[in-house]
């Protein structure tokens, strides 16, 4: 029996479930994904799957410590005390969002 091509993939597991008669059958779940994660830090991120979503600068891609960074960051460029180079490039795509340039 030929399986078909949406069981095929990695992110479903096939489960072994005995069927009237004794007859062997499958049943095929799919795997649950990744919870939301921190886009700098790799943490789990609060409140990314409730209904009222946080509406906050950055909310669903950062955890509110590294949100808290960049916003200094920028700070920091638009004040002249430091350049945009010298940010390193994980922050520097989300320095430049608030920079504007």
């Known amino acids: 029996m030929c399986m ?3 069981f095929r993939s990695k992110s479903v597991r096939k489960i072994d479930r005995k069927g009237l008669g ?5 049943r095929y779940v799919r795997k ?7 886009s700098i830090c790799g943490a789990v991120l609060a409140g990314a799957k409730s ?3 946080p509406s906050r600068i950055f909310g669903g891609a950062l955890c509110p410590k590294c949100s ?4 200094k960051l920028a700070g920091k460029i638009k004040g002249g005390n430091m350049k945009l180079e010298d940010v390193d490039l994980g922050r520097r795509e989300f320095v430049r969002c ?4």
């Open 22 to 26: 004794k007859k062997a059958k499958f």
């Open 4 to 6: 078909l091509p949406r």
């Open 32 to 38: 649950a994904g990744r919870g939301a994660c921190c």
């Open 68 to 71: 808290l960074y960049i916003i």
């Open 51 to 53: 209904s009222s979503r």
């Open 98 to 101: 608030l920079v504007g340039q």
